[in-house]
């Protein structure tokens, strides 16, 4: 059950430019997060965002949160050739004895030099 | 650095034959986790882990078992493998609670033939 949606599957832009990635989500969250993924490689986490947050910022990336809407956006300024890679948003889901991570689909990212 | 190693990366197995994917992690994680990964159908969970000897069905347990004899060990086993198990293979790992993100592994690209 995919809780998380990416829009859009593909983006194609260049160097300099900024990406724009959304999520959208279906049920109460704890916390969002994104994840990196370079070709053939595993994930790597870039930010978590809690739910009583709106906006959060680490280096290049700015993450906005609006519950209301159950939705997310990962920004990616002055991008760069290896900011090439898929990117996932993720929220938690609870159940059993612990939680765990249900991924979108992924937003592929191709930066062009 | 830490680390979440899995113990091949690519991997090429008869149908029929019993499967062994290893995921070793360095940070005391308490929480382990396996998923596969499919074109067009994103990240899925098979099996996890919230301590030793304890596990909890995912999404797609049907096909594999898994096994924590160790904290830092957690293994992946295809029962008896079938060519839709051809996948890559994802471990990750966190702490216990809700603010924390997953690291993950390099993947195993498993071929069944």
């Known amino acids: 059950s995919q809780q998380g949606e990416e829009d859009p599957q593909a983006l194609s832009i260049q160097e300099g430019e900024n990406a724009t990635m959304n999520c959208s989500y279906k049920?109460?969250?704890?916390?969002l997060q994104w994840y990196r993924q370079n070709s053939g490689r595993g994930l790597v986490h870039l930010i978590l965002?809690?739910?009583?947050?709106r906006e959060k910022h680490s280096g290049r990336l700015r993450v906005t949160l609006d519950t209301s809407k159950k939705s997310s956006s990962l920004l990616i300024t002055a991008s760069r050739a290896a900011d090439t890679a898929s990117y996932f948003c993720?929220?938690?889901?609870?159940?059993?004895?612990?939680?765990?991570?249900?991924f979108g689909k992924g937003t592929k990212l191709s930066v062009k030099p | 650095d830490v680390k979440v190693t899995q113990s091949s990366r690519y991997l090429v197995k008869r149908t029929g034959e019993k499967v062994f994917l290893e995921c070793v992690q360095d940070?005391?994680?308490?929480?382990m986790f396996w998923y596969r990964q499919d074109p067009g159908l994103g990240l899925r969970l098979i099996y996890f882990?919230?301590?030793?000897?304890?596990?909890e069905k995912g999404d797609i347990p049907e096909g594999y078992s898994v096994s924590r004899e160790k904290k830092e060990r957690f293994s992946l086993i295809l029962e008896s493998a079938s060519t839709n198990q051809t996948s890559m293979y994802l471990c990750?790992?966190?702490?216990?609670?809700?603010?924390?993100?997953?690291?993950f592994g390099s993947g195993t690209r498993l071929t069944v033939v």
């Open positions: 965002i809690r739910s009583n947050e």
């Open positions: 882990s919230y301590d030793v000897k304890m596990k």
């Open positions: 940070m005391d994680h308490e929480n």
């Open positions: 990750a790992s966190s702490s216990s609670g809700p603010l924390y993100g997953y690291t």
């Open positions: 049920t109460s969250i704890n916390n």
């Open positions: 993720a929220t938690a889901r609870y159940g059993g004895s612990q939680g765990n991570l249900i």
